[in-house]
């Protein structure tokens, strides 16, 4: 080397390291951090594909791929809906009628195509149309004291859990599922909260456990003592049903897991309507709980949201449904990227969308950034 040029090739090599590098930005910019959680889900009805199967298919087709592109690895799809109509092929319950074709096979096959998990979402309790088996048993509905009665079943009733179960059971021996979801697991919210079932069975049951004679009693207010045991005594028949069904999963030869769809505040769910989801996840009944945090209030949903994630255990994870058009909120692209740095910032374990009528393209490309 020319001794000569050696200071000034030094120097520049000094003056080189000194200039700042630059450093290829990350899409979006340093200050939007990756948003990838384990789960990123959506709630999906057979309607939005429509009955007809060929249209059905190719809609499912572009929607599956778009949700791979958008980040999407879960499809909570539904087969039973509010009025007991089921979307597969079943011994016990109603076919929709519009479908002439197995929903829930094709929906399978293509979900499985792209390594997508698919959770069978049933509404449990509601039978509105009073279908089959419901239809043979009216005594099954729900009733109040004063002998209204609603289109859901009693959960009290053991042959209700029963049925309710059975479909369950059918459908993952049937399709090799790995995941239930239950959605309306809890009592009616209208016409109002709570609406236990009063019916003589219920009655004679509770007294059976308890020695409590509700029919002889006239207040029916939580200052009255006995009145507080009913309130209990309701709430647990649904844990019951979520225990039973536990138990009788067990028996599929491999783990199916259960997730749950919540009403958003704990305690209120749990006196008024039945639902004690916080124990579900103490307890570690559920493996996923799904709180529908449906507002557009980014303050009261990390408030619900650390709530729900402090009761997670025993490896339950914490999805909270984030409502993208819901009868309660109508969310923006940005609200939804909002609520979701929330979710990971307080420890969840990912986010489901409702739903995948209201997922439309802008949320998507936002999803596809993050």
């Keep these: 080397m020319n001794s000569r040029r050696f200071p000034a090739v030094l120097i520049l090599a000094l003056a080189l390291a000194l200039v700042p590098t630059a450093v290829p930005a990350r899409a979006g910019g340093a200050a939007e951090a990756s948003l990838a959680m384990p789960v990123r889900g959506v709630w999906m009805h057979p309607g939005f594909f429509g009955p007809d199967k060929d249209t059905a298919v190719a809609k499912m087709r572009t929607t599956l791929d778009a949700y791979v592109r958008a980040g999407i690895d879960t499809l909570i799809v539904l087969v039973k809906d509010t009025s007991g109509h089921v979307f597969f092929r079943s011994e016990r319950a109603v076919p929709a009628p519009a479908w002439n074709w197995d929903f829930l096979e094709v929906f399978l096959s293509e979900a499985r195509r792209r390594k997508m998990t698919v959770h069978a979402w049933f509404c ?28 859901a079943v009693n959960p009290a009733l053991p042959a209700v859990r029963a049925y309710e179960r059975d479909l369950m059971l059918e459908v993952v021996a049937k399709y090799g599922l790995d995941w239930v979801h239950l959605d309306y697991i809890r009592y009616p919210c209208e016409p109002t909260e709570p609406f236990f079932g009063y019916d003589a069975e219920t009655l004679r049951l509770f007294k059976e456990d308890t020695g409590i004679d509700m029919a002889a ?90 709530e729900a994630v402090s009761f997670a255990r025993r490896g339950t994870l914490v999805c909270p449904g984030i409502g993208i058009g819901t009868s309660h909120n109508q969310n923006t692209p940005e609200g939804m990227i909002e609520e979701m740095k929330v979710t990971k910032r307080l420890g969840g374990d990912g986010v489901v969308f409702f739903s995948s009528s209201s997922l439309t393209a802008p949320f998507l490309d936002a999803l596809k950034k993050r």
């Design 217 to 306: 009693g006239k207040a029916r207010d939580t200052g009255n003592p006995a009145w507080n045991v009913w309130l209990r005594w309701n709430t647990e028949r649904v844990t019951v049903f979520v225990r039973e069904l536990r138990e009788a999963l067990r028996a599929a030869g491999r783990r199916v897991r259960i997730s749950a769809a919540v009403f958003p505040d704990a305690a209120n769910a749990r006196v008024a309507i039945g639902q004690d989801w916080a124990a579900w996840g103490r307890e570690g009944l559920v493996d996923m709980l799904n709180p529908m945090l449906y507002t557009n209030d980014v303050g009261l949903y990390e408030t619900l949201a650390r």
């Design 124 to 151: 449990v309790f509601p039978e509105a149309g009073l279908l089959g088996e419901v239809r043979r048993h009216p005594e099954w509905l729900v009733r109040s004291p004063r002998g209204e009665m609603v289109g």
